[in-house]
């Protein structure tokens, strides 16, 4: 019975096709001008078709290192560059070595895999020859174009984030905020060490974000002031702050006494609903009358916290949290790796990145510490000095790390909510930070 | 024209920049801790804003998962029979 | 172990980037020409630097009316002009707080929120002085360009709209169709009404699409017509379509007697499937015939139902009523909130817009109402007149509001899916009226 | 209350907007450049009026076919021409039939549903006259030039379709991953077949990926090749893979004996997850080395299989088995549809595809089932020739064939994991193929 | 050339759009009746269109769903033993 | 110039394509079958890799789901005693 359906099928479309035999011709005229023209075809023997198929393999473009292949840009050819050897040879499989540890920490070790792995990815599809998708006709330049160089997918992710933001403990204890300030000498910190270093000063700056602690603030920060830099800027920014767990622990421990760690914090107050209401709003109108530059960031953010906090747009608020953002991760962070080709990556550049990073992390959480010892000091309340560390932001990763130092120090000493006051803080204050730079450089 | 000293312009920056955001987070902590007093006096209980009911759309979506709970506790109580 | 892990990395990396130091000088070479060239800084003493900062608060560009600040559009420069003394002080301060009272409104009273929650943000966004987010490169206009210039987004809207609409109530008591085109008297009697108040013609058709109750038919048509207006266009439609229980329910009363209002209409019969499956085709195959104007929007609105009448993609008809609308609901929504800009929305247009709008939603709840009587009068079946409201669409609103009256008037009187025919009819009706515009100015 | 809550309303409204009655004019003043210019409106009589909609109606442009209507194309003007009095006419009706007949073959006999319900819907818009749906302006258009020129969705539903590709039956028993390449003799064999018919070389390669007998794969290829033809042959692709059930016995049973099909295979061994894990890459790196041009396509499928298989990005690799694949789903069969225009579709052309694809699937099934049987005489353990059907791909369609047709030939005797070896092989396969005949026309 | 009497020009579209808006309507009411004839006249049973088994992509999906409902009811038998 | 034979062409196209796909499988069922083994070898037991806990926002998802779950059993447990 089946086969009767395709023979009747196939019938009808054979009976319709041969009724415009005669059409076909009209069309044939009217379409003549138009019809897409191929590349003439010129005939080869086998042997020519071999030889001319094995200058297209992969291995050949790497190991002629002086075929005279171009660099792929989105932005198109006149960003791109004939490749040098190293460029077009070792370079790629240095960096796709650098891919497969990234994927080792991403799964093995729980480095960030969310983002991790779609950057390495892109990383890894950035650095084939010949394939060229970085370009402005590849994957991953269709994606760069349509949401990193005009910063909408980081955008879209801070409305995620915002969407997935609790600000009740910050607005129980409204002064811990104020360590989410602290912590941001880690960006202006860096930020000297990078013109030390040598860096440019906008470059430097684009590269002190870092210390800001948030993905999407760095990576549209690096887009407006350094695009080149992206990529490096990116995985940076989320190798550090998958390695929070390991590089704050220390200097929380150097920088405070045994009595100091294991200071008790009362239990919160509770939080009108009211009050998480009007909080994004609050923190909106702040940043339009002080600093309009940090409003696209802190913008989307709030408009996020804001839809979760209505409680009459769930379905909206939902999407951002989930489909939304994800779909956007997948491309924000293949988007990123395009920047992870060699001939960006593999520059001095990005060696001093990472040992900025390094220091920018370690400056931030350093100074919450100090900031938040302060303020015990002239605090009614008392205040465990750790909580400064999750100033840093990194949400909600350096919030546990300080509750997990705390219940080390003093078992039964639950800090994790007082610790996203200065979490979530230090979202709000990296915005703002990066505000100031946009501003200067504007 | 002097060579400029960049360190010192980003020690500047630093400034500037740990200034603007101290201020920043300053007065939000003052009209944080403004807002909840007026909210505390005004709207005492916490039972604020009349959530309106969810859009109807989404109903069906809800009588979906409600059915399937119901098809698996109609399952077991077959089974156990 | 962890530590031991970062050093290993680190010490990967580090040598990975040491091996390219000479490399590096070949980059150098090549890449002389593309580097992005920074803008030259300029050393600025502190004073210098904290004055210049002040300059770019959002307050002082609040206060100082004659800046020179430039209004933002998507379609950038060609549609920008330099904004009045008002347009950029008092003209946003009054923007925001109307975008206060749409939240109030939505939030508080459950108008619309879906749409009007992400509405009044993006105008709230549209609105921050200095920051262009309305312009091409910010956030509001990118969304704007992606899909509400080229009228993508409002026909997403539509197919999962269509793929959420049941025709069964329409199908059982098909005659009911006439009542939604009756109520698009709406649309052409404030038509009449806009020119009176001195609305040029095109500008007043897009104006009286008000009148059909429907969010993306509106915008599709303001888009086209009258782009300048679509924010105060949009914000009137979904404002009316929340105020439809208090609008219609007196109009309803007094063009009814209380015996009509009790009428009891008998049950539905049952729909078979196949007049499901094909209503959504019939529709469309009747639009290409006399309207293909309107094909656009029908077309789009009856691929949703077809989908989800098909019973076999339901894969994707799920996505068009979940993921994909919510979606496009936020981007649509930051879209046209973009043209809540003050220089936009702040003119006398607007006042007009307003009061044309409440006018339309009038007078096709009477046409309706009045249709409905006439009908009642020449059918064997009894028909209630109340169920002529719905025929203004809102759906699924103002179905809802005939039910509520009619069961006041006699408990147990369920006008619902009595409603319902006119209601899903009145979509189909505007859709035509549409199509009837667009084709007149063409 | 409510109606209390209104007439506020209004009334805020009213008096912002009165304030700015002054204000308005000098909006008026600085507005005045960039107004939008409506074209000027020439009043009419109401039968001019009359007339002239009568002249915009469907039936009049499918009768007059003289009225120098354009046909429309994504790519704008310069690759539309005047249509033929049968494109504008008889061969809309034909092409609106054939929609028919692909909506009755997706619902009623359940072929490819997914795919054909938005290709043909998309054909249906693309026939509509008058409408333009297909052009640069058009929603077709739209959705064609943002995911289909660039060939960014057919890599999305790739990736997806990678993320929910398990390859564990390959592992357990690599080698029938041969049986995937000798199915690929679908597409060369049926290249000589379309050249022998007269189509041009290029052509003739864009056509003969059918037989790879996977839609994405043969978009891109089309897409990249021969776009004019894109419409026919996602068409005859999807249809084809919908009669795998229909096509492939009769086949398997001409080519192999009573025995042969009753062969039983052992039970598979477990496959480690590591070896899963690392699959993607392999395959990756191998077309890295060997064939670049493939990387897209194998670069896509690899990442949403490693995104799948890490474990560590379940949102994101949920969200590309879902609400990603499915978005893009609906947008690839609409863009597609765009392709089913009669000035387009009813050429010559479409039925020498048709017949060819026919031939592409007929002989890929050959020679999958003719290796398998020389693999069997080869092999210490037993083959079941029937398996090889499962190499031309059509996942997972082809494999419960060869399941079906297995267990009527010895009840019990499940081939499904066996035949899922060739099965996803033919995936890779067929995107080498892809590879090969793109790096000879690049 | 006489000024244009917008107002006259205004209440044609309405006479020309009624019209247009009614007779399309009109006109689906009449094939939608007739079409409803035909339907229960070849196809009385109201069991039409066979729905073929939903794709193979969901259902591992749908098995998870099952699985969760399933390990919810074995917990609550644990539970009560 | 003589004229082109285009199926001698498509021929040679066959043998290059094919020969190309079957290096490509034939490279890759040896790598495969290489990594097999030496898997085998180096993590004999099949619980490779930490599958590190699920990232953070996913759980209140997951409790959601967890809640409707329990919410039935509850639901049933009242409904029998
Ligand atoms: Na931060
Ligand atoms: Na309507
Ligand atoms: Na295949």
Redesign the interface.
Known sequence: MRLKQLLISLLFILVSLTTMIQADEEHKGANEAQTTAHKEYHPKSLSELGVSFLETTGIKAIVDTNDGEMSSDPAGESKEHKLGAFESSFGRIIMILIVFLLFYLAIAKGFEPLLLIPIAFGGLLANIPLAHMAGPEGMLGVIYNMGIANEFFPLLIFMGVGAMTDFAPLLANPKTALLGGAAQFGIFGSLVGAVVLGFDIQDASAISIIGGADGPTSIFIANRLAPDMLGAIAVAAYSYMALVPVIQPPIMRALTTKEERQIKMGVQRRVHRLEKLLFPIVVLMLSIMILPESTPLIGAFAFGNFAKESGVVDRLSDTMQNSLINTVTIFLGLGVGSKLAADKFLVLESLGIMIIGLLAFSAGTAMGVLMAKLMNKFSKEPINPLIGAAGVSAVPMSARVVSKVGAEEKPGNVLLMHAMGPNVAGVIGSAVAAGVLLSIFK | MAE???????????????G??????????I???L??KL??KY?PE?T???????????TE?ESR?VA??????T???KNKS
């Open positions: 400029v000293n960049y360190v010192m312009e980003a020690l500047k920056f630093m400034v500037l920049g740990m603007v955001v101290f201020l920043f987070l300053f007065i939000l902590v009209v944080v801790e807002q909840a909210i505390a709207f916490n604020p804003i009349k959530t309106p009911a969810t859009p109807a759309v989404d979506d998962r399937a709970i119901i098809a698996a506790v399952e077991f109580r």
